[in-house]
């Protein structure tokens, strides 16, 4: 069982950064494919970006893509999520994810967070 636990939103100009924060608990951290998501008001919910267990490995969705950047430590059981360059559109509930089978299916992660407001102001 893996329990995540995220943080670092909060309200940002257009233009700005942010960095979210998914503290996992549990010994086998590293041995997961981690990765955000998020939900915009009356949206469903999008892939943001995944990382794999040895970090060695990447992927983001086009609308992030050179603006966000996913990372980890594993001897701290983290994994970040830097937002630069923020857009009203990047408003939403961040979500962080544990377990998906690979980093382009994270959908299929079996653990969740309960997730943190990101607010970007025009």
């Known amino acids: 069982q893996v329990q995540l636990v995220e943080s670092g939103g909060g309200l940002v100009q257009a233009g700005g950064s942010l960095r979210l924060s998914c503290a996992a608990s549990?010994?086998?951290?590293?041995?997961?494919?981690m990765g955000w998501f998020r939900r915009a008001p009356g949206k469903e919910r999008e892939f943001v970006a995944a990382?794999?267990?040895?970090?060695?490995?990447?992927y983001y969705a086009d609308s992030v893509k050179g603006r966000f950047t996913i990372s980890r430590d594993n001897a701290k059981n983290t994994v970040y999520l830097q937002m630069n360059s923020l857009k009203p559109e990047d408003t939403a509930v961040y979500y962080c994810?544990?377990?998906?089978?690979?980093?382009?299916?994270?959908?299929?992660?079996?653990?969740w967070g309960q997730g943190t407001q990101v607010t970007v102001s025009s």
């Open positions: 994810a544990a377990g998906g089978r690979t980093i382009t299916t994270m959908t299929t992660s079996p653990y």
């Open positions: 549990g010994r086998t951290f590293s041995s997961y494919n």
């Open positions: 990382i794999r267990w040895s970090g060695g490995n990447t």
